[in-house]
């Protein structure tokens, strides 16, 4: 989703293919699937050039789509018909700029960029909720992540560790080493490979 800078309200543009040709895995093929726009227009905060309004989508195991909130000022989900809905109530700006989804769940976690804590979002129930340790406003804290092992991780950018999630506990904790001054520049992104979370 994307929306233009400037004015108090932004339009996104919600992207649906349908009829997408499938390709086995291991298999390639070139696919033009066709596309169908949908417009939305919600009142909300004017996005910061180069920040989107949400972090990118995460796909859920029943093929909806969920994505918390970096500038937009609502949790954003599409479901598999197609259908944008949008939910939940934000004031601040670059709360988060990565969504992790927890597998067999229609549960997706927010990771904290400037916000202070970690968010979960419901795409059953349509609610958010903050969970875990509160780690402050602002900060570039972490960006980019991944779940495994049972957990979900998330990449210290500009915080010293990494961040934990337990899904089952509803707890989030720093861990492992320190990477250096909060404040420094360490990695942004993340891939998941068999039981580990890559930072990159």
């Not at 033009?32 to 195991?61: D, K, Y």
């Not at 970690?118 to 349509?126: E, F, N, Y």
Request: proline residues 6%.
């Amino acid at each position: 989703a994307a929306g233009a800078s400037g004015g108090g309200a932004w339009t996104a543009d919600a992207r649906r293919c349908v009829r997408a040709r499938c390709v086995e895995p291991g298999r390639f093929s070139r696919v033009r699937p066709q596309v169908e726009l949908e417009s939305l227009t919600i009142e909300g905060i004017a996005p910061n050039a180069g920040f989107p309004l949400w972090t990118p989508f995460v796909r859920m195991h029943d093929g909806s789509l969920l994505a918390a909130p970096a500038q937009a000022s609502t949790a954003l989900k599409v479901d598999v018909a197609g259908q944008v809905i949008t939910f939940g109530d934000f004031s601040d700006v670059l709360m988060y700029m990565t969504t992790v989804a927890a597998p067999d769940e229609l549960v997706a976690y927010g990771i904290p960029y400037f916000a202070g804590s970690v968010l979960r979002i419901d795409g059953g129930a349509l609610s958010t909720s903050v969970i875990g340790t509160d780690f402050g406003f602002g900060g570039s804290k972490w960006h980019g992540g991944g779940y495994a092992g049972g957990k979900i991780w998330g990449v210290p950018y500009k915080y010293p560790y990494v961040l934990k999630v337990d899904p089952e506990t509803q707890s989030s904790t720093a861990v492992g080493s320190d990477f250096g001054a909060y404040g420094s520049s360490k990695w942004w992104g993340a891939i998941v490979v068999g039981d580990y979370v890559l930072a990159i």
